[in-house]
Every structure is written in structure tokens, then in C-alpha cells.
């Protein structure tokens, strides 16, 4: 099958029903219509095999989880999700292969009312890069840079399951049931576009956790030119990781990466409101420290004593 004939099959067949792409896949580039009073939220991440995923994986999972993380950039951006763009590098033309990637990327599609609306593909080692758009109204997107000294710090959901299920990889010796729980979270991250609304309307600042909170929230506080101070006790920490970690698991878990839960602030005068709507939403959202002036993280302990906190977190280089 040549390069035309497999996007025809793969991925020009792939329908939606936006009406605001005026020109999809076929042409030398896709046209699309903002809507009127929204700003356009752009984000792109790369899945490159045995970094990201296992080449053994099924390419059902590795095709939706290519667009999770993507959408979970869009949430953390307080922004809704419309079009994606593919760049597809492929070792080979492998129609079995490129069927489940086919399937799994038009699920995700459905799920999340996205458009894929171009792309290219190329030979060479496995790797797959999305690019996503989406909306915010005028001036409303929610950045890293907003946080200020006395707001609360909140995590979306628990942490370090994913993480664990990276560590047990090539373990034998774990029961089945947790084996495969731990890999749905590793595969099924679920990005948080549910808090959308209410993040609008009362997040300083948000991120999500790829890399670890540690290292995400610094990234907060660098770009905020604060610091934190978290709760030891008050990390959300997922069961799964406190049963195989033990001592250690809230460390691992504030170290441990592609959880894709959002950090976010609110600051201390609205949080009454915030818990109120959060509530109404039948969402559940975790306090877990506060920002501070001085720089850096800091972690207060059972015993209230407070030191500093070692940021780890995956780095690429
Ligand atoms: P060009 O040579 O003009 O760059 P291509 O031959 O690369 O065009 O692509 C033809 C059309 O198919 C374009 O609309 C492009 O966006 C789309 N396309 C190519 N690869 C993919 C892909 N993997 N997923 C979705 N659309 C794709
Ligand atoms: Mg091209």
C-alpha cells in the first residue's frame, strides 16, 4: 500500500461532525474556523516507541493514549478540545498494526468530539506526534504564571499509579487483578477536561502531571516566581502504590510521572466558593499545600516539621 492509500484508509475515513473545519485531510493543509470570542489553545507531544510505550503494546492503546495526553494539555489550559493534527513515522506498513492505531485513535476521536483534520506520515522508527487545538473565551486560558503567595494548592485526583505500573513492568511475581489495574492507569490516563468549567472560573494557575508533581509544580512556582510548601499528609496517594511502595509512597508518587491529574491554585478567598461548586459538580478535588513567597518547594511533615523538598521527576535530557 502506498503513503495515499493508507491515509485514505486509516485516517481520511476517520469522520466527525464539526462544522467548523472547512477543509480536513486531502488538501496541502486544513481549514478551520475559530469560534467568535475565543482564543486558539495549540499544544503538540511526540510518543516515541520504547520511551513513551512498548513496541509489544497494543496500537489500539498507544493511538488513544497519544490523544489523552494530548486533550490533557488542553485541560490544564482550562481549553476545549476541536482539532488534531498526525505526524506518523512508521517503520513499515503493517495493515494489522495500522488498523488497531486506526481504531484506537477513532475512539478517542468520538470520545473527546475531535476533528483530525491533517497530518503526514513518513517512514522511519515508530513514532507518533499529535498536535491539538482548542478554545478558551478571549483572555481565559489558564497559565502557570498566575499563582500567587497564600493560594491553596490542589491536586485533581491520586497519584502514582502509573508510575507504579512503570516500575512493575517486568515483574512476574504481582496478582493479576493489580497488574492490570495499574496498566489501565499507565494507558488510560484520563485527562481532566471534566473541571474545565469550574477551573475557568476560579484556577490562578494549572498544570497536569506528566513528569511528576514535584518536578510540574516547579515548574508552576518557577514561572509564578513563588515557592510551595506541601502536606505530606494530605497528597492524594494512590492504593495500588501505597500497597507496593509502602514507607516510600507518597515520595514515589509526588515523584512519578504520566498520572495527567491537574495541579492548579485558587486563591484563599475563593476556595469556600470553589469546594461549594466542586461539590455540586460531584467532583472531588485535594488541598495539598500553599504557595508561598520564598522559592521552592518545601514539604511539611507529620510532625509539622518543614524541609525542603528534592524535585524528581522524568527529564529527557
Ligand atoms: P503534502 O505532500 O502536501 O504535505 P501529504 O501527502 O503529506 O501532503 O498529505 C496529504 C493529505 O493527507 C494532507 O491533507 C495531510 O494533512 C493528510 N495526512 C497525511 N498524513 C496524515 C496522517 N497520518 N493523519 C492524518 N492526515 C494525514
Ligand atoms: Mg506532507
Redesign the pocket.
Known amino acids: 500500500m502506498d503513503?495515499?492509500a493508507l491515509?485514505d484508509i486509516f485516517?481520511?475515513a476517520l469522520t466527525h461532525n464539526r462544522d467548523d473545519v472547512l477543509m480536513g485531510?486531502?488538501?496541502?493543509?486544513?481549514c478551520l474556523r475559530v469560534p467568535k470570542g475565543m482564543d486558539l489553545v495549540v499544544s503538540c507531544d511526540t510518543l516515541v516507541s520504547s520511551v513513551h510505550f512498548l513496541p509489544t503494546w497494543d496500537a489500539y492503546d498507544i493511538a488513544r493514549k497519544a490523544v489523552l495526553v494530548n486533550v490533557s494539555d488542553m485541560a490544564a489550559m482550562g481549553a476545549t478540545p476541536a482539532w488534531l493534527?498526525?505526524?506518523?513515522t512508521l517503520p513499515e506498513s503493517d495493515n494489522e498494526w495500522l488498523t488497531r492505531f486506526s481504531n484506537g485513535l477513532n475512539n478517542a476521536l468520538q470520545e473527546f468530539n475531535l476533528a483530525?483534520v491533517?497530518?503526514?506520515?513518513t517512514r522511519g522508527p515508530l513514532s507518533i506526534t499529535l498536535t491539538i487545538h482548542g478554545f478558551v473565551p478571549h483572555g481565559k486560558a489558564i497559565r502557570r504564571g498566575g499563582a500567587k503567595p497564600n493560594d491553596i494548592i490542589f491536586v485533581s485526583g491520586e497519584l502514582g499509579a502509573a508510575a507504579q505500573a512503570v516500575a512493575l513492568l517486568t515483574a512476574s511475581d504481582i496478582p493479576e487483578d493489580d497488574r492490570n489495574a495499574l496498566m489501565h492507569t499507565l494507558l488510560n490516563p484520563t485527562p481532566r477536561i471534566d473541571l474545565t468549567t469550574v477551573l475557568q472560573r476560579y484556577a490562578s494557575s494549572a498544570i497536569d502531571i506528566s513528569d511528576g508533581l514535584s518536578a510540574d509544580l516547579t515548574h508552576v512556582c518557577k514561572a509564578s516566581h513563588v515557592g510551595a510548601c506541601l502536606m505530606l499528609n494530605s497528597i492524594p496517594v494512590h492504593k495500588l502504590v501505597k500497597k507496593y511502595q509502602e514507607s516510600n509512597a507518597t515520595y514515589f508518587a509526588m515523584s512519578g510521572g504520566d498520572d495527567y491529574e491537574l495541579c492548579f491554585t485558587v486563591s484563599p478567598l475563593e476556595v469556600d466558593a470553589f469546594m461549594a461548586d466542586i461539590k455540586k459538580a460531584n467532583l472531588m478535588c485535594y488541598p495539598i499545600g500553599v504557595i508561598e513567597e520564598e522559592c521552592g518547594l518545601r514539604i511539611k511533615d507529620i510532625q509539622n516539621e518543614v524541609s525542603p523538598l528534592t524535585v524528581r521527576g522524568y527529564k529527557h535530557f
Not at 493534527?85 to 506518523?88: D, E, H, K, V
Not at 491533517?118 to 506520515?121: C, E, P, Q, Y
Request: hydrophobic fraction near 50%.
Open positions: 503513503e495515499f491515509i485516517f481520511k485531510i486531502g488538501d496541502d493543509a486544513a493534527t498526525l505526524a506518523l483530525l491533517g497530518g503526514d506520515t
